[in-house]
Nanobody
């Protein structure tokens, strides 16, 4: 499966951005889909997970209550709605599928920059 992440950009603190992850080559059915992020000089970290079949979700404590991960069956996409953005949310965001500890497929990443 090939993943295409989009929707990054520049936002002010307190603002919102929406990221999308589209799959090609096959549907997301039966997959677990994640968002990770990597800030400059830091290790990649987990952000959120959704189970395509069933819709169960999990979040990192740092984004809980501010970010929402969801799926669109018709468009075969996963969306990360990011609200109340903080400068520390600045990172390259990646979508991925597979086990959280070692995803099998990764998207190319999309830059999110939050200004204070």
């Amino acid at each position: 499966v090939q993943l295409q992440a989009s929707g990054g950009g520049l936002a002010q603190a307190g603002g919102s951005l929406t990221l999308s992850c589209a799959a090609s080559g096959r549907t997301f059915s039966n997959y677990v889909i994640h968002w990770f992020r990597q800030a400059p000089g830091k290790e990649r970290e987990f952000v959120a997970t959704i189970i395509w079949n069933g819709g169960g979700t999990w979040y990192a404590d740092s984004v809980k209550g501010r970010f929402t991960i969801s799926r669109d069956n018709a468009k075969n996409t996963v969306t990360l709605q990011m609200n109340s953005l903080k400068p520390e949310d600045t990172a390259v965001y990646y979508c991925a599928v597979g086990p959280r500890s070692s995803p099998s497929y990764w998207g190319q990443g999309t830059q999110v920059t939050v200004s204070s």
